[in-house]
C-alpha cells in the first residue's frame, strides 16, 4: 500500500470517529430533526459505517489505481 492510500484512509477513519462522537454530543439538541437523524445516535456502530461510507465517497483519490495493479501492468 502506497502513502497516500495509507493517509486518505487514516484521514476516512479520522474524520468517521469525529462526526460520530460529534453526533453522539449533538443528540440532546435534535428535537426538531427528522425522527431517522434522531435515532442514529441510539446506533454508534451504524452511524459510524454510514460517515465512513460517506466520507470515503466524498474525499479525493478514491479511484486510484492500487500499487499492485501497477506492477501487474507494467510487466
Known amino acids: 500500500?502506497?502513502?497516500?492510500t495509507?493517509?486518505?484512509?487514516?484521514?476516512v477513519a479520522l474524520l468517521t470517529v469525529i462526526a460520530s462522537v460529534g453526533l453522539a454530543r449533538?443528540?440532546?439538541?435534535?428535537?426538531?430533526?427528522p425522527e431517522l437523524l434522531r435515532r442514529?445516535?441510539?446506533?454508534?456502530i451504524a452511524s459510524a459505517v454510514v460517515f465512513a461510507i460517506v466520507f470515503d465517497h466524498l474525499?479525493?483519490?478514491r479511484d486510484a489505481p492500487l500499487?499492485?495493479?501497477l506492477a501487474a501492468l507494467d510487466r
Open 1 to 4: 500500500r502506497d502513502r497516500a
Open 6 to 11: 495509507g493517509r486518505r484512509g487514516y484521514l
Open 26 to 33: 449533538l443528540a440532546p439538541y435534535m428535537e426538531g430533526w
Open 40 to 44: 442514529m445516535p441510539d446506533f454508534p
Open 59 to 61: 474525499l479525493p483519490g
Open 67 to 69: 500499487p499492485s495493479t
